[in-house]
Every structure is written in C-alpha cells, then in structure tokens.
C-alpha cells in the first residue's frame, strides 16, 4: 500500500485515540484537499506503528504510541551520501505539546510548496 498526497504549507501529525493518527495539509495529486486519518497498527500498543510517510524521499516520519502519542522524523538512506551529498533538504520540523489533545505530541513540518509526501505501512 502506498498512497502519495503534495502540500501547499505546513503539515502536521498528530494521534488521536489509541490508534488513528491524524494529518493535515495534504492534498491530493490533482489539488483536492486532503484531511488524512489513518488506523494505524500499533503492535501490543507500545511500539511504533507500521505506519510510515516519506517526505520527498529524504525525510520519514513515525508515528510512536505508547499510551501516548510522539512521532520521530528520521533520514532515509542514499547511496549518494557517501559520495558527499548533502543529507537533506533544510526543512523544518517542530515538536510541541498537541493543544488539543492532552496524550499526544503534534509534529509540524515546513516543506515547500508541492512538497511530496507518500504514506506506506510496513508488512505484518
């Protein structure tokens, strides 16, 4: 399963329940605004879900869930960092406190317009 959105500003990640993560500012392929809850797998509810989106291939978000919700935002591997490439695009990522939600953290990132963002669940 792979399912790629765009944005057109920043997006945010955030849980809700104990497993549906929620994400706003995506947009369809052809420009439909697209308000994402996803039900994510969480195995035994304390670990990270199967869950993953993939920011234009460099950057790759997780969702964790331990009666809680925290997200991480790590590197995707290329071969080309060896040869000296730069290791990201400089975009930004914030982590607070969700104030709407007193269990769960909400990630924001900035990318750029048309940014791309492919969500995927790992096989179980």
Not at 16 to 28: C, F, I, K, Q
Not at 42 to 49: F, I, N, R
């Amino acid at each position: 399963m792979c399912e790629e959105y765009k944005t057109a500003g920043p997006v945010f990640f955030y849980g809700r329940s104990d497993d549906l993560v929620e994400v706003e500012g995506l947009y369809t392929t052809d420009g439909h605004a697209y308000e994402a809850e996803y039900n994510v797998n969480v195995p035994g509810h304390t670990a990270p879900c199967a869950d993953r989106w993939i920011v234009n291939d460099y950057w790759e978000i997780r969702a964790y869930y331990n009666g809680c919700w925290s997200f991480s935002v790590g590197l995707v591997w290329h071969d080309a960092y060896d040869g000296g490439a730069p290791l990201r695009p400089d975009y930004v990522a914030t982590l607070k406190a969700d104030p709407d939600c007193n269990y769960s953290m909400r990630l924001r990132l900035d990318v750029p317009h048309s940014t791309i963002i492919r969500h995927t669940r790992d096989a179980q």
